[in-house]
């Protein structure tokens, strides 16, 4: 379910671009595989995208840990392991060659999520193909998440050293579940005392 979220974001921000403008790459390897940005107006995505949405980490919810991992289905239990319950942190880089252009489309992903934070199957629009066939029902929200200087600093040192203008949305609640029963049991109806007074 990560990639099918980071793809359904990448299709709302572009079509309210009105444009292919945002790809979903590794902002970490744009330099390396596509030789440092293009030119004139175009950016350093492989599709020469002025927008770069990339993954850079993710954490567990623990509040949402603790919860029942058991089923029950008419007369059966089924035990399963809790679902994962996961905060993405993404973020969007602008890497048009052209830092005026940078900073318009940077501004235009920040009007996008001002406008749209919640995200479910009925408010939102993606092209059911290929991987995208089988996402069922979804929510989650997408928040603007703002590091400290020190942190944007670790942030793209990590990333390679070389900053974009960019902006870091954290989206919440992601579900990670595996239909898979590890162990059935039968529902307890009543007690039998089997105890006897001596």
Do not use: C
């Not at 990560?2 to 390897?29: D, R």
């Not at 949402?64 to 993404?90: A, C, D, F, Q, S």
């Not at 009007?111 to 996402?135: A, P, Y």
């Amino acid at each position: 379910m990560i990639f099918e979220t980071l793809q359904v974001i990448k299709e709302e921000v572009n079509g309210y671009f009105g444009a292919n403008t945002v790809s979903l790459e590794n902002i970490a390897t744009i330099e390396t595989e596509h030789g440092g940005g293009g030119g004139g107006g175009g950016g350093g995505g492989g599709d020469n995208s002025d927008v770069i949405l990339s993954l850079i980490n993710l954490q567990e919810e623990f509040t949402l840990k603790n919860r029942p991992n058991h089923y029950i289905n008419n007369t059966e239990v089924n035990y399963r392991n809790p679902k994962v319950n996961l905060n993405l942190y993404i973020l969007f880089s602008s890497v048009n060659t052209l830092y005026d252009e940078s900073l318009k489309n940077l501004t235009k992903v920040v009007e996008f999520f001002q406008g749209k934070k919640v995200f479910t199957q009925d408010n939102t629009s993606f092209e059911r193909v290929d991987d995208m066939v089988n996402v069922g029902d979804f929510k989650f929200i997408v928040d603007l998440y703002t590091p400290t200087f020190e942190e944007l600093n670790f942030i793209w040192g990590t990333l390679g050293g070389k900053q974009y203008p960019s902006a870091i949305y954290k989206i919440t609640l992601l579900e990670i579940y595996r239909d898979f029963v590890f162990e059935k049991g039968e529902v307890i109806t009543g007690l039998n005392n089997g105890l006897k007074n001596k």
